[in-house]
């Protein structure tokens, strides 16, 4: 198949916009479109230093690269930050994927493991607790960890690689639980919480679909190898993105449909709980910012220790 | 047709677009890249019976 623009070889075919695209006007299209994200929710404005979630994966590595290209000959320092869980076997590998490619392309990274952080590891935790909550624990670690490391690297934002795919399923498996308040704390940054403590994320990849974040990896010499973590949770969201993926095979297009409709939703829902919220907690134990008394980082870990 | 999917090498017999080819094998296209002689073809690319396909997942959950 040929590129529709240019007859060079197609790498992909945009089912909802019926385009062949080549290499280079796939990227193209990318990167415009992440740069279009960026300036539509001011993600970078005013930023001097910016520090990238960092994993490995190939959502992580592919806002690193695309961050690095557009900051290239501005005066916004990109620092990488990585997360150590201790996954043997899984998440050693993708660290040294995440340090070759900072190497690569010259941006400065920094460690962070949960073992320093937290004493303790994915793989401890999973031999002492049941291999459901395995993401519960460590998307609130990690979470724990990136804010503190951003604040000590000094960033003024935390950019994260959410996609397209991952917007879309948080909002239906929001509207599913009846959590209209959690939605309003995702999106294209932040949302409700404004404090000092807490660094603002940023999403640019936000309007991409996972998919298209996979072809771009592998067309550019990003990523080649793909690989699922042992402990994941087939649970929930396994449900709603075979869903998702089910109906976005037969109507092309509706991914970015949901998301119209998210960013609609969730801006009413700021306006609504914003009022409600009043002002923000410092946790008791780790004074880290918390909705409640003792932050969910706290409650877990000490669950975990005092077994 | 010789078809590579998680590891595992099938021979099937095949001709058509390579989104059929998935539909037959039962693999939602929205998570998978295929490649052909080691480059990456789209879902509407027509595959001979004689090809060797490599059909690499590429979203996992988590």
């Not at chain 1, 490391?149 to 917007?167: C, F, K, M, Q, T």
């Not at chain 1, 092309?252 to 449909?257: D, L, Q, S």
């Not at chain 2, 295929?34 to 996992?60: A, M, P, Q, W």
Request: hydrophobic content about 40%; overall charge positive.
């Amino acid at each position: 198949m040929k590129c529709s623009i240019c007859n060079n070889r197609a790498v992909i075919y945009l089912n909802y916009s019926k385009r062949f695209l080549c290499k280079r006007h796939f990227s193209n299209h990318i990167e415009r479109k992440v740069k279009r994200t960026i300036r539509e929710f001011k993600m970078i404005d005013g930023a001097k230093r910016i520090g990238v979630a960092v994993s490995g994966g190939k959502d992580s590595l592919v806002t690193l690269h695309i961050l690095n290209k557009i900051l290239k000959n501005t005066k916004t320092e990109l620092i990488a930050i990585i997360v150590d869980e201790g996954i043997k076997n899984y998440r050693d590998r993708l660290i040294k994927e995440a340090e070759d490619f900072c190497k690569k392309i010259n941006v400065p990274f920094k460690i962070y493991s949960f073992k320093n952080e937290l004493g303790i590891t994915m793989d401890e935790i999973i031999k002492k607790k049941k291999r459901e909550k395995s993401c519960t624990y460590c998307g609130v670690f990690r979470r724990w960890i990136l804010n503190k490391a951003a604040r000590e690297l000094n960033v003024d934002r935390l950019a994260v690689g959410h996609n397209l795919d991952d917007i879309v399923q948080s909002f239906l498996m929001n509207l599913i639980r009846n959590e209209p308040f959690r939605l309003a704390r995702f999106g294209e940054e932040s949302g409700l919480i404004e404090d000092e403590k807490f660094v603002t994320r940023i999403r640019p990849l936000m309007k991409i679909p996972e998919k298209e974040i996979a072809i771009y990896a592998i067309v550019n010499g990003i990523k080649r190898d793909f690989f699922g973590c042992p402990y994941v949770e087939e649970s929930f969201r396994h449900i709603v993105r075979n869903f998702i993926n089910d109906v976005e095979e037969k109507n092309p297009g509706t991914k970015f449909n949901i998301f119209q409709s998210f960013v609609l939703v969730r801006n009413l829902l700021i306006e609504k709980y914003k009022i409600e919220l009043g002002e923000i907690n410092y946790c008791k134990s780790c004074n880290e910012p918390s909705s409640k008394e003792i932050c969910r980082r706290c409650e877990l870990l000490k669950e975990l220790l005092k077994e | 047709m010789i078809v590579i999917f998680e590891g595992k090498k099938k021979r099937i017999k095949f001709s058509g677009k390579a989104s059929e080819l998935l539909k037959k094998l039962g693999i939602n296209s929205q998570i998978v890249v295929l490649f052909r002689n080691g480059k990456i073809i789209t879902e509407e690319e027509k595959l001979s019976d004689k090809d060797k396909i490599e059909i690499e997942r590429v979203i996992f959950g988590g």
